[in-house]
């Protein structure tokens, strides 16, 4: 008898608006910004709780890191990148050609910018702390206002 995986779905309230969580067994497959809550929350399970909680204690700067198991989904290069991005520490940020020489691919910043925006747990994944060479924000898939406010929330303003 083959292990079927179970999605599951909670909603938060964050202060940068409605954050949908979606995971599968033990693990955190998606965190999708949402212009307002769609549907009927459901009591989340207790890994869904761990996430809402991490997530609550970085909103309220008592949390810097996340301890979430994580399973995004993405090609071989999307999740080197992915990988790379847990690597910036809070309150830093790092370049697009900076994640490009960390996966040791010098040249592919611009593959690691089409990455970085199909991120698929934001914020956890902290892509929001990737810009460009020359300092500018750069893009943001959820749009830069938030990107701005996670930057600043972080100690960082532009």
């Known amino acids: 008898m083959q292990n079927k995986e179970q999605t599951r779905i909670a909603f938060f309230d964050s202060p940068v608006g409605p954050l949908k969580l979606v ?9 999708e910004f949402l212009q307002e809550f769609a549907g009927t929350p459901s ?10 909680t991490q997530l609550d204690e970085y909103f309220r700067h008592k949390r810097q890191t996340f301890e979430i198991a994580l399973a995004p989904r993405g090609t ?13 520490p809070y309150g830093q ?30 914020i956890i994944i902290p892509c929001h ?3 460009r060479t020359n300092g500018e924000l750069g893009g943001f898939s959820s749009g830069l206002h938030i990107k701005r406010w996670l930057l ?7």
């Open 43 to 52: 009591r989340p399970d207790l890994f869904l709780e761990q996430v809402m």
């Open 152 to 158: 600043k929330h972080e100690g960082i303003v532009f």
């Open 93 to 122: 940020t790092a370049s697009y050609k900076d994640i490009a020489r960390a996966i040791g691919h010098p040249r592919a910043f611009r593959a690691v910018g089409l990455a970085n925006g199909r991120n698929p747990i934001p």
């Open 23 to 31: 995971a599968e067994n033990n693990a955190l497959i998606s965190l």
């Open 76 to 88: 071989p290069f999307q999740t080197k990148v992915w990988h790379a991005l847990l690597e910036i």
């Open 129 to 131: 702390r990737v810009i």
